[in-house]
C-alpha cells in the first residue's frame, strides 16, 4: 500500500516538474529554464532507477514516456530557425 501511495505521488510531482519547465516556472522559482531542464532529467532518472529496483512498473512506463517527451521537445527545440519571427508578433492586428 505504501509503494502505491510512493509511486502516485513521484507521478504527480515528476508531471508537476515538467509543467513547470516553461516560462510560467522559470518566473514562479526565478530560476534559468537550463536549471529546470537538469533538474527535471536528473529527477527523470532517479525516479527511473528506483522505480526498476522497487519494480514499480507503471512508473517505470511514465518516467520512459516523459523521458521520450523530453527528448522530442528538445530535438523540436534544436532544429527551429533561429531567426524564426515570433508567433505573436503575426497575431497581432494593425
Request: glycine letters at 10%.
Given at each position: 500500500m505504501?509503494?502505491?501511495?510512493?509511486?502516485?505521488g513521484?507521478?504527480?510531482?515528476?508531471?508537476?516538474?515538467?509543467?513547470?519547465?516553461?516560462?510560467?516556472?522559470?518566473?514562479?522559482?526565478?530560476?534559468s529554464?537550463?536549471?529546470?531542464?537538469?533538474?527535471?532529467?536528473?529527477?527523470?532518472?532517479?525516479?527511473?532507477?528506483?522505480?526498476?529496483?522497487?519494480?514499480?512498473?507503471?512508473?517505470?512506463?511514465?518516467?520512459?514516456?516523459?523521458?521520450?517527451?523530453?527528448?522530442?521537445?528538445?530535438?523540436?527545440?534544436?532544429?527551429?530557425?533561429k531567426?524564426?519571427?515570433?508567433?505573436r508578433?503575426?497575431?497581432?492586428?494593425?
Amino acid at each position: 500500500m505504501v509503494l502505491k501511495v510512493v509511486t502516485i505521488g513521484a507521478i504527480v510531482l515528476l508531471l508537476g516538474l515538467s509543467l513547470l519547465r516553461g516560462r510560467f516556472g522559470t518566473r514562479l522559482l526565478g530560476v534559468s529554464r537550463t536549471v529546470l531542464n537538469v533538474i527535471y532529467l536528473a529527477a527523470l532518472v532517479l525516479t527511473g532507477v528506483l522505480a526498476g529496483v522497487f519494480e514499480q512498473w507503471v512508473l517505470l512506463g511514465v518516467v520512459v514516456v516523459l523521458l521520450v517527451l523530453s527528448g522530442i521537445e528538445e530535438i523540436l527545440r534544436r532544429s527551429a530557425p533561429k531567426n524564426a519571427p515570433a508567433e505573436r508578433a503575426s497575431t497581432r492586428r494593425r
